[in-house]
């Protein structure tokens, strides 16, 4: 069992034990944030759709905070099995990256994650404990984005121009701007737009090991201290 820590001064959240009971818990909460955003859902409106007493809720869930953390865990780890599933017959670590790239934009446009973040980014500005859930899901996320990182390029990650944590960090503050610009409204061709770039400078800086190999290159293997990166 996971221990999902607040703050240095907050009880550790754990994730919770139940089976298909959570599950369905959970489910019930997750279409429910997407429906009326975190705001809108109340625990209630969830119990009620799981088809759960609110006890027994609460006997799972120490609060709404204490649920969405858990939405979005299962969210992030759907998102990683689609990524490894993506890229699994692949063999080139360049088209391995894209095949990523892909899939991880793929998984977001199908959902209302974006907007939902940006709304909670918003609300955690005032609020301390929804801030340190913030804070700990963001950590979530990046060591689940270096560890495919890692796996996916193998030995040509010390070739790319950054390295697997600073491509995590891009990508999450690439998310949290989509997410800002899909909650303001923006139209949807100028995310697309971006998207469309980003994956574009991905593609340049995945090509990177396979231009080095043809001229004959060498570099040092890179040093996370160096980077001032640690893991």
Request: hydrophobic share 45%; charged share 25%.
């Amino acid at each position: 069992m996971h221990a999902i820590s607040t703050s240095s001064n907050a009880i550790a959240f754990k994730r919770p034990e139940g089976g298909g009971q959570v599950t369905t818990i959970v489910e019930a909460a997750e279409a429910c944030f997407s429906r009326g955003g975190y705001a809108g859902a109340s625990m209630r409106e969830i119990a009620e759709r799981a088809g759960v007493s609110k006890s027994l809720l609460h006997y799972h869930f120490q609060s709404k905070e204490h649920l969405f953390v858990e939405v979005q865990i299962r969210f992030y780890e759907r998102l990683g099995a689609r990524i490894a599933a993506a890229v699994a017959p692949i063999v080139s670590g360049e088209a391995r990256g894209l095949a990523a790239f892909d899939a991880l934009f793929e998984v977001l446009r199908d959902s209302n994650d974006l907007a939902i973040q940006a709304e909670l980014w918003a609300a955690a500005l005032a609020n301390e404990k929804l801030r340190g859930h913030i804070v700990r899901l963001r950590e979530f996320f990046r060591k689940m984005l270096v560890e495919r990182i890692e796996e996916i390029l193998g030995d040509d990650r010390d070739r790319l121009p950054m390295s697997p944590e600073a491509g995590a960090d891009l990508v999450w503050a690439t998310l949290n701007g989509l997410g800002i610009e899909a909650a303001f409204g923006e139209p949807k061709e100028r995310i697309e737009r971006a998207i469309a770039t980003l994956r574009t400078l991905t593609a340049l800086a995945l090509a990177q090991p396979r231009i080095e190999r043809a001229e004959g290159l060498e570099r040092a293997p890179r040093k996370a201290a160096h980077n001032g990166e640690g893991r």
